[in-house]
């Protein structure tokens, strides 16, 4: 067993409630001792971001701007996240067989998550050190005082995954570009400006040039049909009796396709 489930995990064994979700745990941990000075301190990153593809894309883009050489050596997705990470005494144990293959011995763990009702209650104490992304400042409130959390203004994964390079750059875990190449990687969804759908046009037929004003009858490409005739077109000050011949006309007209075809 590592540092992940040092205060988890305790609790759990103790016998607390046995339901899927139980209460945070009284027992509070002390942090990870630091490292002796011939020895070089390592991390381990777990992305605890509830929807899986997105905690997905935030893995791989931070693995893709992690320093080389740098001190960061895993960056992972545990089968089981958000609140659930903590709080699910059901699924602890399977997270602790993840956690023995998939962490390293030894390694600082740094935990990626957004901010759920009940995850505050949760971190005073435990080992490691928490990336969190909240909505707002009353979020973000929740973590006051909390020496080892960092509060992402945001909950796009480039909220968080900033807020992780940034806190992280003494000690070189990320390349130097990490930002601009995360900002690529990582765009925020933009917002829904205007309609779905084109606005049909008024007139389409203005759109395309008039070559004539009648088709010729000896071609014409529905067969069978009788032969076009021309109708004036009406002024704007054309009688009522001129507009209702008109109309009486196309209908006409209109019946006889009708009737041949």
């Given amino acids: 067993m590592t540092a992940r489930a040092t205060g988890i995990m305790a609790a759990y064994r103790a016998g607390l409630s046995t339901d899927a979700v139980v209460d945070a745990p009284e027992l509070r941990m002390t942090a990870i001792p630091s490292a002796p000075e011939n020895e070089v301190m390592t991390y381990a990153m ?12 935030l893995a791989a883009a931070l693995d893709d ?5 740098g001190p960061l050596v895993v960056i992972a997705v545990p089968p089981v996240r958000g609140l659930a990470f903590f709080a ?3 699924r602890q144990p399977k997270l602790d067989r993840w956690w023995s293959h998939a962490i390293p011995d030894g390694s600082v763990p740094v935990h990626l998550l957004v901010h759920e ?18 909505a707002g400042p009353d979020d973000g ?3 006051g005082g909390l020496e080892n959390v960092t509060v992402a203004d945001g909950v796009e ?3 968080v995954a900033l807020a992780t390079v940034q806190r992280f750059a003494s000690a070189l875990m990320f390349r130097e570009d ?21 606005r049909a046009r008024l007139h389409p037929a203005d759109e395309f040039p008039r070559t004539s004003t009648a088709p010729a009858t000896d071609h014409h490409p529905i067969p069978n049909l009788p032969p076009f005739d021309p109708v004036s077109p009406l002024s704007q000050d054309a009688r009522r009796e001129d507009l209702v011949k008109a109309l009486a006309d ?3 007209r209109l019946q006889r396709i009708r009737t041949i075809t």
Avoid at 178 to 198: I, V, Y
């Fill in 117 to 134: 009702e009940g995850v505050p209650a949760w971190l005073p104490g435990l080992d490691g050190h928490f990336v969190v992304g909240v």
């Fill in 88 to 90: 699910d005494a059901d």
């Fill in 250 to 252: 196309t209908l006409e």
């Fill in 141 to 143: 409130a929740l973590y």
């Fill in 65 to 69: 701007v992690r320093g080389h050489e």
């Fill in 178 to 198: 990490a930002g601009l190449r995360l900002e690529k990687r990582l765009p925020r969804a933009l917002p829904e400006t205007g309609s779905r759908f084109r």
């Fill in 157 to 159: 994964p480039l909220d």
């Fill in 46 to 57: 777990t992305v605890l971001v509830s929807d899986v593809e997105v905690a997905q894309r």
